[in-house]
């Protein structure tokens, strides 16, 4: 089995990444610290998983959550049903919850745990390669505001967290592909080498060879969890993950939350940044041009919506976590291999890439 | 001007405590890093103080949400409120919010704090005597449940706690004396000295003194902020501060939120716990009288709504955020000035003091 350790002293935790971990022979008990566990899941990845998660915790007192599948169900109505649900069975602060589905089962779930009379353990188990690459690792907790995505949440640490390779088996192609938005990101971003390990090896991912989707899972993993360690609360360094964000979530909220997959806004954010970058001659052309090309393999949109205008881009840009005294902060790629925090790209240098 | 430090490592913080805060020579300023302010408060509390705090903050740019008075608004809905006027305010995470009012304002903004996307800072200017004694020192925040009193919040420390003395002359003496039930109770838990404190100089407070005031809230804070820097998350010697608070809740819990104020319930609860000491053989009769003594001098209720039957004590006892495997966790005292945290009370026990 595979595992590594996201480094934050009194918080620090294992990540474990193999085949088959929602087994009977699951390292998840070692991290339950009384018999009391509620599972919150969604009515999607219930039926697929739910029963042999609840076999592990055969001598538990579980109590299950589902909710609907769904950006839109990363809501606060969500998180009141979530406190809600937990004060009727009485569950106490030595509770775990415990999060079996994708990002926004994750976050969500991360949230609730945070806040849950101020706090109780919680355990990820992603079941989407986008929630396994990302979301899953690092803290970052948040449900969904109509006015901005991930708005309301908290920087909360799982106890651990359970990759098992096995449940990418069942998640629709579209989503895989989302998921790989989050993926080549990495490369982007901070590792040529990465990039061109993926270029290399894509047909074998697409083909979901398991020995490379262990790899590439495991390689973005330790990426996030280094840079997690070096700015846990996002400070720095760790705004570079936020690369293919701020022009994503811009999507995400004006078309709608789960209209476009989080990786697909993702996607195409990324490619607006690239294009940005070589517009302010930051980027070659041949590096957008290899950016866009493996994305565009995974099937993944290239270009935002038509129905979106500059001024909806601007709106729910203005409102971006990362910005300071009103000035938009846009993560662009340099190289590939290399990104850097721009507090002074002008709202003229943003329309040409709209 | 008196202050001093809750040490917290990189979450130090300081409380400064002097007549007159609230005036152009605060030293609020030094503590709010961009231009960008959002204060909460109230209906009662803003016609009294809010146009002292904005003359203060003349150079920066403010908004200010007021919600109704009383222990009702210290829910989901406000904190919900709250978040959307700061993200339609387009406000940053740079941004500061200021807590302008008692416990309930206090709590609700430090929890909107703690989650506007995922932490921005905050300040506490508590202007009641249990928010500047207790509430507004050691980062609980919370907003409560239905089906519990701060049952959803975190843990999360303001940047700086401003008392101002001056405050107390608007106070309801109701609302006073409710504070005054939390300052007995530093005195009942762990320091005998400062009870016999309160003892002697009961008619000076009463009478408003407030040099006298002025000491006895620098005690409390300091006792206070000594506790949490020993143990800031509540994992063992902070539950002692829960003295009188899990019947407290209870009776809260049970007769709706703002019926009894927070100290009445805290005054009443402590009684019960001395009476179950005493009975347990735990403290002599002598010094339970002392402590009814000290807390009807307050004016303060020593008994239990008669409505309330054991069935309803115990229905929200159970749900105390103390609780360990299900076991009713109480805080009782062993002498005045010294208690000890409790996991082995029966149901039978507790029904003698009800």
């Not at 089995?1 to 070692?30: C, D, K």
């Not at 101020?118 to 690092?138: A, C, E, K």
Request: glycine share 8%.
């Amino acid at each position: 089995m595979a595992s590594l350790t996201v480094a934050l002293a009194e918080r620090s935790y294992p990540i474990y990444i193999e085949a088959g971990l929602l087994s009977l022979n699951s390292p998840l008990l070692t991290h339950i610290k009384s018999k009391r566990v509620c599972i919150v899941t969604n009515d999607v990845v219930a039926p697929l998983y739910l029963s042999q998660l609840q076999a592990i915790l055969n001598d538990y007192k579980v109590d299950v959550i589902i909710i609907k599948d769904g950006e839109a169900e990363k809501s606060l109505a969500n998180f009141e049903k979530i406190m809600a649900h937990m004060l009727t069975k009485n569950h106490g602060r030595d509770s775990t919850l415990i999060a079996l589905g994708g990002g926004v089962i994750g976050d969500l779930t991360g949230f609730a745990a945070a806040c849950y009379q101020r706090g109780v353990d919680f355990i990820q188990i992603p079941t989407t390669l986008l929630s396994q690459v990302d979301s899953s690792v690092g803290g970052k907790t948040a449900v969904n505001h109509p006015l901005g995505k991930n708005m309301i949440g908290a920087f909360y640490q799982p106890k651990a967290v359970l990759i098992d390779i096995n449940s990418l088996t069942s998640l629709p192609v579209r989503e895989f592909n989302a998921g790989m938005a989050e993926v080549i990101k990495y490369g982007i971003l901070g590792d040529a080498v990465f990039f061109n390990w993926l270029e290399t090896n894509k047909q074998a991912i697409k083909a979901g060879d398991r020995e490379i989707l262990k790899q590439m899972i495991l390689h973005c993993c330790q990426q996030k969890a280094d840079t997690v360690a070096q700015d846990e609360k996002e400070s720095g360094v760790r705004a570079l993950l936020n690369l293919g964000h701020t022009f994503g979530h811009a999507i995400e909220a004006e078309m709608g939350y789960g209209v476009w997959l989080h990786g697909e806004a993702v996607a195409t954010g990324m490619v607006q940044a690239a294009q940005l970058a070589k517009h302010l001659g930051l980027l070659s052309a041949s590096d957008v041009e290899k950016i866009i090309t493996l994305i565009e393999y995974f099937d993944l949109p290239i270009k935002p919506p038509e129905s979106m205008t500059f001024a909806d881009f601007i709106k729910h840009m203005s409102r971006d976590k990362k910005n300071v005294d009103g000035q938009i902060r846009l993560i662009i790629p340099t190289a590939i291999g290399q990104s850097d925090i721009f507090d002074n790209i002008t709202f003229a240098q943003i329309q040409q890439v709209i």
